[in-house]
């Protein structure tokens, strides 16, 4: 953790609404993408063990086209699937700075399972050219990738439970023990449902819309794929508002308020509205409204991530304000460092500060008597043993005393100013010894 730690500085307040809005962007574009290679992975395998590697019509070729639209290439996994996950540690380690939680450790691990677990998907994607000299070996490729993925996002559950759960925080140390939790559970079940429906989502979009649809599909093929794709898409969604709630219930009460209530309510009549259209779909046998439904699946990921955004921001309110507290308190210290840094270059030149004095100071102020000013000999005493404040007072001059007018802004340099400070304070020593000498 100490380790982990000496790598972030704790953020500012304009710094962390920042870094909070910029993970919520980040969760928009990684999670509908993990989504559809978890799904797009599980139907593959699902048609190919249909297949049997027997190459059927159908169940043979829906295992490879089906993962091909739905993962992507390497490319895409690397951009919307690794290199996120590498910035939430980033942005993770500023969020919850100087916290008892092993959050940056535990997205570590995260990260490496999800890289992982998308080499294997992208391997199995790429073994289907000789899928029929190792059957077993290209299906054990998809299996564990797709076993890897959902290990990884049963971590992110665990991730983001703890997130919202501050008095759990100093008692989880091993990834093991982020998995005992009820809404743990919950949100790695809403989370795979979700994943299947909106990859049921997409088949009807990429398959029968994305660029005016794909060419050469057969009839029997098509209608197989579209209802296939709008049975899974509805049944799926059918079960979101149940594990939706299951994921309300069992949240930290210090997570709750009205804006995470209504939110998810906003969310499960977004998938209802998903769920009308899907069956209207199912009666009217046509994939005509695939588009809308594709869309308002990507709308219902963006809620739920605003959900979980706003749940976070009630969780970690006194731990943010404690940050800005610190990033406060470290900025002053820094530019008290800087400050000490550039004054401790500057050379005393006695000589200039006497010149300043006989051509500014020597106006308002005497030594022995007051002008203007006060006398410097009735000042200057309190001022022996701490040079900077007097330093500080010719930098930005203040009214002292009620009867006398204030000083003005001299405009000197800061060379010129510590040069009079030392000319006078010097001065100032030397009459005292004279008078004591006499």
């Not at 979700?194 to 997409?202: C, D, E, K, R, V």
Request: proline share 4%.
């Amino acid at each position: 953790m100490d380790f982990f730690q000496e790598l972030f500085l704790p953020p500012s307040a304009d710094h962390l609404h920042l870094i909070k809005f910029l993970l919520m962007v980040i969760y928009f574009i990684h999670l509908p993408f993990i989504a559809l290679v978890i799904g797009g992975t599980f139907y593959s395998l699902w048609f190919n063990v249909r297949d049997g590697g027997r190459n059927h019509p159908i169940y043979g070729r829906l295992a490879y086209q089906v993962l091909e639209a739905l993962v992507f290439n390497k490319w895409a996994g690397l951009v919307l699937g690794v290199l996120p996950l590498l910035v939430i540690i980033l942005i993770s380690g500023q969020i919850f700075y100087d916290a008892p939680i092993a959050i940056v450790p535990f997205l570590s691990y995260l990260t490496i399972f999800t890289a992982v677990g998308l080499s294997l998907v992208y391997a199995y994607q790429a073994s289907f050219r000789w899928r029929e000299n190792n059957y077993y070996l290209h299906l054990l490729f998809g299996v564990a990738g797709l076993g890897m993925l959902l290990l990884a996002y049963l971590l992110f559950s665990g991730v983001t439970s703890l997130q919202l759960d501050p008095g759990r925080w100093f008692l989880i140390r091993k990834p093991t023990q982020l998995l005992f939790s009820w809404n743990v559970m919950a949100r790695f079940v809403q989370f795979t449902t979700a994943a299947l429906a909106f990859s049921g989502a997409a088949v009807l979009f990429f398959f029968f819309h994305w660029q005016g649809g794909r060419r050469g599909l057969e009839e029997n093929y098509a209608t197989y794929l579209r209802n296939f794709a709008m049975g899974t898409a509805l049944f799926f969604t059918l079960l979101q508002p149940f594990f939706l709630f299951w994921n309300l219930i069992t949240l930290p009460s210090i997570s709750l308020s009205e804006a995470v209530f209504l939110l998810a309510i906003l969310v499960i009549m977004v998938l209802a509205w998903v769920g009308l259209k899907l069956w209207r779909m199912v009666q009217e046998k046509t994939a005509r409204r695939g588009v809308s439904v594709f869309v308002l699946y990507l709308l219902a990921f963006v809620l739920m991530v605003v959900t979980d955004h706003f749940a976070l921001e009630n969780a970690i309110e006194n731990h943010s304000a404690l940050l800005i507290s610190r990033a406060e308190e470290v900025q002053s210290r820094l530019e008290a460092e800087r400050e000490a840094r550039r004054t401790s270059a500057i050379k005393v030149d006695l000589e200039l500060g006497k010149k300043v004095y006989l051509n500014q100071c020597i106006t308002c102020h005497r030594f022995d008597q007051q002008v203007v000013g006060p006398a410097y000999n009735q000042v200057l005493p309190k001022y022996l043993d701490r040079q900077e404040e007097l330093v500080d007072f010719v930098r930005k001059p203040r009214k002292i005393d009620p009867a006398l007018p204030p000083m003005p802004q001299l405009g000197l340099k800061e060379s010129e100013i510590r040069s009079v400070v030392a000319y006078l304070l010097k001065t100032f020593r030397e009459q005292q010894n004279n008078s004591t000498a006499k």
